[in-house]
């Protein structure tokens, strides 16, 4: 195919890199030429590959053109086929990008069906493969997809979204895929060369089955202020957050310690990050990463006062309460459990309740697409929130396992050994 087209590098970021581009069958293979345009801006040379249905979106001729390169998308063509061309393909990229990943894409790569020039050059790849989920929220949320995303995941296979949002098909939800430049920065994160490793002084090397691994930790309640003096706060000490990062600790991980304002001081040997509201513990979270694991035992308040007060809230005389207008925190465990190429190899959530325990944590580990819950009932008379002891039942993909009541640091130090297993 003649091709008119002149590389515009705006930069070199990418420079001599490769992406192999597979495109889906969704209305978001709409954004793949736009993606193609920023790649090749970074000075990436991008080969696309165009499934049956990707075709019925977007054009072999939009994206050869703006790829400088024909699109390909059959398996059964003998000239490239003479060479192997499928296995070529695979092999001389740098990265292999799909998007956007449908349903069916990633059902196929789940299963390692090879049927079509995509999935088999997705299951002859020795390349990291980083896919852009798009679909519709029920097809997100169904159980088979959300298997099939944690097989993935298990595969080592990257993320970058989806987003929520609109959808095209009029509904509202998970599914949107990232935009093209927060996919170009995700490709970007996965092509830049590794950190030099900085070695710690030979005193402070662990040793332990967790030895290497980073785990961040949240933990204590967050503050959401009212007005310079008030805040809405919650019950939670932060004693088993705490508790879980010393036995991390003394598993040999390095942990991040991100804490609200607890009443129990940090642990010693863990890099404290203090924060008061949701908000900045989000932050804190995001500029910790990456890290092997994530463990959120911090009771984050739901929501905060829309527009508290700089000054200090004083009774004019009316007999009147002032008026307060709540809105909604960031979801911080369901934003690290969607964190794309970010998101830690295992993420465990916490979920307080006081009815119906395992029903509502079975259903929040779902909703957040967190690995693991560590559900506890804190109604009144048990006695747990703020208390030294806890009653956790755990739940993984297997079901919920029911442990004993025991002693908070008892809980964490048979929690840091299943984490060990994991990513030990
Ligand atoms: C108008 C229309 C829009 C679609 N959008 C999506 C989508 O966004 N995500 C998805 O997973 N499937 C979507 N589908 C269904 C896929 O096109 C279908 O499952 C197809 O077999 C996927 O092929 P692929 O594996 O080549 O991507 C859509 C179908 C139609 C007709």
Redesign the pocket.
């Known amino acids: 195919m003649a091709m008119c087209l002149t590389r515009n590098a705006k930069g070199d970021m990418m420079n001599g890199k490769r992406i192999l581009l597979v495109i ?5 293979a709409m954004k793949a030429p736009q993606l193609i345009r920023l790649l090749r801006a970074e000075g990436a040379a991008v080969t696309p590959v165009l ?4 075709a ?2 977007t054009t072999a001729m939009t994206v050869s053109v703006l790829a400088g390169e024909a699109a390909q998308a059959g398996l059964w063509d003998i000239a490239s086929e003479a060479e192997i061309g499928h296995i070529q393909l695979s092999r001389n990229a740098d990265l292999v990008v799909v998007a ?1 990943a ?4 990633l059902a ?1 790569m789940a299963h390692g069906l090879a049927d ?1 020039l ?1 999935s088999t050059l997705l299951l002859a790849t020795d390349k990291r493969v980083l896919v852009a989920p ?3 929220v029920r ?1 997100w949320h169904h159980p088979a997809t959300q298997r099939n995303l944690r097989t993935l995941r298990d595969d080592g296979i990257l993320f970058v979204g989806p987003e929520d949002g609109d959808m ?1 098909c009029g509904e509202f939800g998970t599914g949107r895929m990232s935009e093209p430049e927060a996919i170009v920065a995700a490709i970007r994160e996965e092509l830049a060369p590794p950190a030099p490793l900085k070695l710690l002084p030979e005193s402070q090397v662990r040793s332990g089955a967790l030895a290497g691994r980073h785990v961040i930790v949240t933990s204590g309640p967050t503050h959401e202020p009212i007005d310079p003096v008030r805040y809405i706060a919650n019950r939670s000490s932060g004693a088993q957050g705490t508790a879980i990062a010393a036995a991390l600790r003394d598993m040999g991980a390095r942990v991040s310690f991100v804490t609200g304002p607890a009443e129990v001081a940090p642990p010693e040997g863990v890099t404290v990050i203090r924060v008061q509201t949701a908000r900045q513990m989000r932050d804190a979270v995001e500029a910790a990463l990456p890290a092997d694991a994530a463990v959120m035992a911090a009771a984050v308040a739901d929501w905060r006062i829309k527009n508290s007060w700089a000054k200090k809230m004083k009774k004019d005389g009316s007999g009147k309460p002032p008026s307060l207008e709540m809105t909604e925190n960031p979801d911080i465990l369901a934003w690290v459990s969607q964190a794309g190429a970010r998101r830690p190899r295992l993420v465990v959530g916490f979920a307080a309740e006081t009815n119906d325990v395992v029903a509502h944590a079975t259903d929040k580990r779902l909703r957040k697409g967190c690995d693991w819950i560590v559900a506890n009932d804190v109604s009144e008379g048990t006695g747990i929130m703020g208390g030294s002891e806890n009653a956790v039942t755990v739940i993984t993909e297997d079901g919920p396992e029911e442990w004993p009541r025991m002693a908070k640091n008892a809980v964490a130090r048979k929690l840091a050994q299943k984490i060990a297993g994991v990513i030990g």
């Open positions: 889906g069958g969704g209305i978001a499934t049956q249905a990707g019925q979106f956007p449908t349903a069916d894409l196929k079509d995509a798009a679909m519709n097809m095209a």
